[in-house]
C-alpha cells in the first residue's frame, strides 16, 4: 500500500467574461462529486496546518518560589478596618421573634446601629438584644437577622440623635431626612450612574401610592348646598367677644402666651397678671411668672406640666410663686370656662409656713383669699377640702403624711414644694406623699437644685415630671454612666464624645422646665456691697493657754486618733473666740472641756477680763457704729455658748438687742424678725442670730 500523501490544493483563478460579470454558478449534481472537496481531507489538512504553525513547548522545571508578603487582619483589634471606622449608621427598627405563623405581628420597637457591616440591635430602653452583620447598605424598609430577631429598618436617625440618646427617652419628634448618596459615602460628587442605582433601590423600598387623579376645577372647588331665597339666613351680629379680666394694654400690664389650639365652639382670651401685683413685680420676677405659667399650662415642648424655680436666695421666689397662683384661681386662658385650678396646696418647713401666709396676706390681702393652715384644735381639713372659703392650704413635710389620705379626696390642683431639694432620694416619704395626690401640675422651689449625684437630680426631676426621664435603670445606663465614664482621666475618644452628648442632651432637656438666675441681677436694686476681713490679735491670755493646749501630753495623744482631734479643734476655736467658753458646762451639768486639759490651763487666764481679741475688737466697732451712724447690727454665730458671751458683752455696753436661736419657738421667730425690723436703733441695734436657725 502506499503512504498517505496530503493532496495539495490549488487556487482556482476566477475566469472573466467580456462582460466583466462573474460567471454564472453550476448546478449542483448529487452525483458529482469530483470538485467538492472531502471533510475528512479537510480535516487532516488543518490539522497538520496547526502542528506546522505552532511546535510544542517542551517541558521546563518551575523556579525558586517567592516567600509570602506579610498582610495585616482586617478583625485584629490592633488597627481598626477603613470599612468600620469610615460608614456608619444608626435606625429606628421594628423587631420580632422568628416564628412560622401566617400573621406575624412585631414585637417591639429598637434602635440598630451599624459600624461598617457589624450591627448593633438595642431595646428601646437601650438595652443590647443581639449583634450580626450586614450584607449591604440598609434603608428603610431593609429587613435582615440580628441576634435571632427579624428586624425591619423603619427609619433613619442622625448620629447626634444617637449620642445624645433622644431615641431612648422617646423624644425624637420627627425621622431625619434619608441622608443623600453624597453623606452615605461621604464625597462632594457623586456620577449620574450610580444616583440613578441608588434612586432606583430607594424607590423599589417605598410603598406603591395610588395615583392621584387629575385635577379639575370640579374637584378643586368644595360642595356646596343650594340655597333657596327663603332658607338663607342672615349673619349673626351678635357674636361674643372675650373680654380679659384684667386691660392687656394697660400700663405696664402682663399679659400670658396664648394656647395653640381652642375647643370647638371656645373663644380664647387674655390672661393678664393683677396690676396690683405687677406693679411690684421686676423684670426678672416679670419672666420667672411667665416661665412657669408656660410649664404648668402644657405650652412647652417637653411631655409634662411641672416646673422647677431654681433662683438664688433674694430673688423672690415667694413672691413670683403667689402671682402665680391668684392668676390661676381667678383665670383661664378659654373664655368662659372656670379657673384653671381651685384648690392650691403648699408644702414647706414647718418654721416657714407663718412666713408663707404673712406672705399672701401681703400682696393678695386678707379679704381677697383665704389660706389655711391645719391645727388639730382650731379648724378641720375638711373646710379646706370641701368647703369654698380656703383656696390655697400650707402645711408642713412632717404633717402631710398623716393627712395625704383626705387630701385625696378633696382634689389637690396644683401643689407647690418649698426647699425642694429636700425630696433628693427616690424613697423620701414626703414625695410618695405628694406624688398620691395625683396631681400634674408640680412646682419645686429650691435655691441649690442641682446636685452632685445625677440619681438625686434624677429624682427631682422625676417628681415635677413623672416619666420624662424614663425609668431610673434606663437613665442610669444611658445618661449617667456615659457621663461618668467621659469624666474620668482614662476615658477614650468614644467615651468622652458620648457623654458630651448625653450630658448635653441633658442639659438641653432640664431646661425646658428648670429656671435658675443668681444674686447678680440684683446689683442695680442693691446697693454695693463691701466685704471686710478682719483679723484679730490674739491677747497674751490667749497665747498662753493655746501654748499650754499645745504642750500638753493630751494633744500629743490626739494625734494618732481622728475623734479626739476633732474635739481638740473645736476647743481650739474657743480660746481664739473667748477663754471663758473652756467654763461653759454641757445639759448635764458636766463640763464640755476635757478635765485633762483645764488642769495644765491657770484658772486666772481664763477669767481674766478682755481676755478676747475678737470682744475687743467688736467692742470698738459697736461704738463707732452706734455714735456715728443710724445703722442696726446683725450677730451670726454657730455656737449658742458664743451667743451667750455676746450677749454679756452687750449687757454690760448697755446695748439693746434680740436674739433668735434653735430654743426660740417657731411660732415667735417671725415676730422677731419684723420687730427689728421695724423698731429704731434705740430700741433693738443688735440682733443675735443662730446661723443654723436662722437659715429656715
Known amino acids: 500500500m502506499k503512504p498517505f500523501k496530503a493532496p495539495s490544493l490549488m487556487s482556482r483563478q476566477p475566469s472573466t467574461g467580456s462582460s466583466g460579470e462573474p460567471p454564472a454558478k453550476k448546478r449542483r449534481i448529487t452525483g458529482d462529486r469530483e470538485d467538492s472537496p472531502d471533510p475528512e481531507v479537510q480535516a487532516v489538512a488543518a490539522a497538520a496546518a496547526v502542528l506546522k504553525a505552532k511546535p510544542i513547548k517542551r517541558f521546563q522545571a518551575p523556579g525558586m518560589r517567592k516567600p509570602l508578603n506579610t498582610l495585616t487582619n482586617p478583625s485584629s483589634p490592633l488597627q481598626d478596618s477603613p470599612l468600620e471606622t469610615s ?163 394697660g400700663p405696664n400690664a402682663l399679659v400670658m402666651k396664648r394656647p395653640k389650639t381652642v375647643p370647638k365652639g371656645k373663644h380664647i382670651v387674655d390672661v393678664v397678671i393683677d396690676p396690683r401685683l405687677t406693679e411690684k413685680l421686676r423684670e426678672h420676677q416679670r419672666a420667672g411668672v411667665a416661665f412657669m405659667y408656660e410649664c404648668v399650662m402644657g405650652m412647652k415642648s417637653y411631655d409634662g406640666e411641672g416646673v422647677i424655680l431654681a433662683d438664688e436666695m433674694g430673688l423672690g421666689k415667694t413672691l413670683q410663686t403667689i402671682a402665680l397662683l391668684w392668676t390661676l ?226 494633744f500629743n495623744a490626739a494625734l494618732g486618733s481622728s475623734a479626739i482631734s476633732l474635739e481638740l479643734i473645736n476647743v481650739l476655736k474657743k480660746v481664739c473666740n473667748s477663754p471663758t467658753l473652756l467654763l461653759k458646762k454641757n445639759d448635764k451639768g458636766e463640763n464640755a472641756t476635757k478635765p485633762e486639759l483645764l488642769e495644765i490651763i491657770p484658772q486666772g487666764l481664763l477669767k481674766t477680763p478682755g481676755a478676747s481679741g475678737k470682744l475687743q475688737v467688736l467692742d470698738s466697732l459697736l461704738h463707732r457704729i452706734q455714735t456715728t451712724t443710724q445703722e442696726k447690727v446683725v450677730l451670726v454665730s454657730n455656737y449658742t455658748s458664743t451667743m451667750d458671751v455676746l450677749a454679756n458683752l452687750l449687757t454690760s455696753l448697755s446695748y439693746t438687742y434680740l436674739r433668735l436661736d434653735g430654743s426660740t419657738p417657731p411660732a415667735k421667730r417671725q415676730d422677731l424678725v419684723d420687730r427689728f425690723n421695724r423698731s429704731p436703733p434705740s430700741n433693738s441695734f443688735v440682733f443675735l442670730l443662730s446661723a443654723k436657725a436662722g437659715g429656715t
Open 87 to 249: 460608614t456608619e449608621g444608626y435606625f429606628t427598627v421594628l423587631w420580632r421573634k422568628f416564628t412560622n405563623k401566617k400573621h406575624k405581628t412585631w414585637d417591639g420597637d429598637g434602635v440598630l446601629s451599624v459600624v461598617g457591616r457589624h450591627a448593633t440591635l438595642q431595646d428601646i430602653s437601650g438595652k443590647g438584644m443581639g449583634r450580626g452583620a450586614t450584607k449591604g447598605p440598609l434603608l428603610i424598609g431593609s429587613e435582615l437577622s440580628i441576634g435571632g430577631k427579624e428586624v425591619e429598618v423603619e427609619s433613619m436617625i442622625t448620629k447626634e440623635d444617637f449620642l445624645a440618646g433622644r431615641s431612648f427617652l422617646g423624644s425624637m419628634k420627627k425621622s431625619a431626612p434619608v441622608p443623600s448618596l453624597q453623606e452615605i459615602n461621604e464625597v462632594s460628587r457623586v456620577s449620574i450612574k450610580a444616583q440613578a442605582k441608588h434612586d432606583k433601590i430607594a424607590a423599589a423600598q417605598k410603598d406603591v401610592l395610588r395615583p392621584k387623579v387629575t385635577a379639575s376645577k370640579a374637584t378643586m372647588t368644595g360642595f356646596k348646598a343650594p340655597l333657596m331665597n327663603n332658607t338663607v339666613q342672615a349673619p349673626k351680629t351678635d357674636s361674643v367677644v372675650p373680654i380679659p379680666r384684667h386691660n392687656p394694654e
Open 329 to 554: 384661681l381667678k383665670q383661664n386662658p378659654i373664655y368662659e370656662d372656670a379657673p384653671v385650678i381651685k384648690k392650691a396646696l403648699i408644702v414647706c418647713p414647718v418654721t416657714l409656713i407663718n412666713n408663707w401666709r404673712r406672705e399672701i396676706w401681703r400682696w393678695l390681702g386678707k379679704e381677697r383669699i383665704g389660706v389655711f393652715v391645719p391645727d388639730d384644735k382650731k379648724n378641720r381639713l375638711t373646710d379646706f377640702t370641701k368647703g369654698r372659703s380656703y383656696s390655697i392650704m400650707i402645711i408642713g413635710y412632717e404633717k402631710l403624711r398623716n393627712v395625704q389620705a383626705d387630701l385625696q379626696k378633696g382634689g389637690i390642683d396644683i401643689v407647690i414644694a418649698d426647699e425642694g431639694h429636700r425630696m433628693k432620694t427616690a424613697q423620701n416619704k414626703s414625695a410618695l406623699a405628694i406624688k398620691s395626690l395625683n396631681t400634674e401640675r408640680r412646682i419645686i422651689l429650691s435655691g441649690t437644685p442641682i446636685q452632685n449625684d445625677l440619681a438625686e437630680f434624677y429624682t427631682m426631676v422625676d417628681f415635677v415630671n413623672p416619666g420624662l426621664l424614663n425609668k431610673y435603670p434606663v437613665f442610669k445606663r444611658e445618661f449617667e454612666n456615659p457621663i461618668l465614664k467621659s469624666q474620668q482621666p482614662g476615658a477614650s475618644a468614644k467615651e468622652l464624645e458620648k457623654g458630651e452628648a448625653r450630658s448635653k442632651e441633658l442639659a438641653e432637656i432640664t431646661s425646658m422646665f428648670i429656671l435658675r438666675r443668681t444674686a447678680e441681677i440684683l446689683s442695680e436694686y442693691l446697693p454695693h456691697k463691701t466685704e471686710y476681713v478682719v483679723f484679730c490679735r490674739p491677747t497674751q491670755a490667749q497665747i498662753k493657754v493655746y501654748q499650754a493646749i499645745i504642750g500638753s501630753p493630751t
